[in-house]
């Protein structure tokens, strides 16, 4: 068996290898410069005393959520945490919201009720209530969530608001899905955790494009330097990413993804559900700055390209053998720095499955961002 490197020439089957390395280098790029980066993360902060902790506002918009109100929210005012409002923002909600909401003020002084009147000419987006919530809080740092997220432990707020300081105006936290039974509820959780992962990457590599609304935090100066979601308000989706692209520069942020910060939430539970749902997360995509939309659309495009130019290599005499070796060192390599961050953030089963899942996964996402209306989407 011959060992020696290929002869390159301008062969059909030489160009093929070509792009085959050139594609395996750039994958190794971002491996290297990109996920690399949150394998070597430290998150070995001391924890703050109570009394250096800022007093927080914790805002959630929610619409017609009456029974994730009622499950949800004594978990988010139960809260370990010194000095803290819940302003929940209701919505133009036709549910009995409203009621929940007045018996919940009975009992926790801490919570305070937004009502936003039904109104034909007003938006269904998140980004009034959000907003109505800003202007209405009584202290200067938020922490966001959803109605239908509750928080894995009483220490979720002290996790997320204890990631604010001085420099530090933005932090980004992560918001799972639960575990359920079937092959679609494993696909969304793969999904949210390969999304959590690229984000947390990028962010340790100074490239901060999202966050997730879902459990995320900023300062009420922050908001107010970027005049809040002005630049895409006529964006239904996007108060959480687009919010990030105006907003993270200089190291302001810092991401918080500690077993006990996450808030979870139930996933959809078919199809053609969690379709609709990731097209109107689509709805931002074109609108982030080309440098991310460059990055992001690269790294996929080059793993096709990784895939597609091996089958074709493994069928050659002269290039099977140089092309297998560096497929499987580049792939096992691969799958380990994925299995690191991946079961950093929790998600062990992902881990394991990721060569399998991240080919599924990279198969249906283009068919179902093609497919969605980028101009028509909107929060329920």
Not at 201 to 214: I, K, L, N, T
């Amino acid at each position: 068996m011959d060992f020696s490197f290929p002869n390159i020439d301008w062969s059909p089957i030489s160009i093929v290898f070509m792009t085959f390395l050139v594609a395996v280098g750039i994958q190794l790029t971002y491996i290297c410069l990109i996920y690399l980066r949150f394998v070597f993360y430290s998150a070995k902060h001391n924890q703050r005393l109570e009394e250096s902790l800022v007093p927080v506002s914790v805002i959630i918009a929610a619409r017609n959520e009456e029974d994730n109100l009622y499950q949800n929210l004594p978990k988010i005012l139960g809260q370990n945490y010194p000095e803290f409002e819940v302003i929940v923002v209701n919505h133009q909600s036709v549910d009995d919201s409203k009621h929940i909401l007045q018996a919940y003020q009975k009992q926790y002084p801490n919570l305070k009720v937004i009502d936003i009147e039904r109104n034909t000419h007003l938006r269904n987006g998140k980004k009034l209530p959000i907003t109505m919530g800003v202007k209405g809080a009584k202290y200067a740092h938020f922490i966001f969530t959803d109605a239908d997220c509750q928080p894995i432990s009483s220490d979720w707020l002290k996790l997320m608001a204890g990631k604010f300081s001085e420099k530090k105006q933005l932090v980004l936290g992560y918001g799972p899905y639960r575990k359920t039974k079937g092959f679609l509820n494993f696909l969304i959780r793969f999904d949210t955790a390969q999304i959590a992962v690229n984000y947390f990457s990028y962010a340790c590599a100074g490239f901060p494009y999202m966050g997730v609304g879902r459990n995320m935090g900023y300062t009420k100066s922050l908001f107010d330097s970027v005049h809040g979601f002005k630049s895409h308000y006529a964006i239904q989706s996007g108060d959480d990413d687009l919010f990030v692209r105006d907003a993270a520069r200089k190291r302001n942020y810092t991401i918080q993804f500690a077993k006990e910060s996450v808030c979870y939430s139930d996933a959809k539970e078919t199809f053609s559900k969690w379709v609709e749902q990731k097209q109107r997360h689509f709805t931002t995509a074109p609108t982030y700055k080309v440098f991310h939309k460059v990055l992001l659309g690269t790294y996929p495009l080059t793993m096709w390209m990784t895939l597609l130019t091996f089958v074709t290599l493994v069928f050659s005499e002269e290039y099977w053998l140089w092309s297998s070796v560096i497929f499987v060192g580049f792939f096992f390599l691969k799958w380990l720095v994925n299995a690191i961050n991946l079961s950093k953030i929790g998600e062990k089963s992902a881990a394991l499955w990721f060569p399998v899942m991240e080919l599924v996964h990279m198969t249906i996402l283009p068919f179902i961002y093609y497919s969605s209306d980028k101009n028509k989407q909107q929060w329920k």
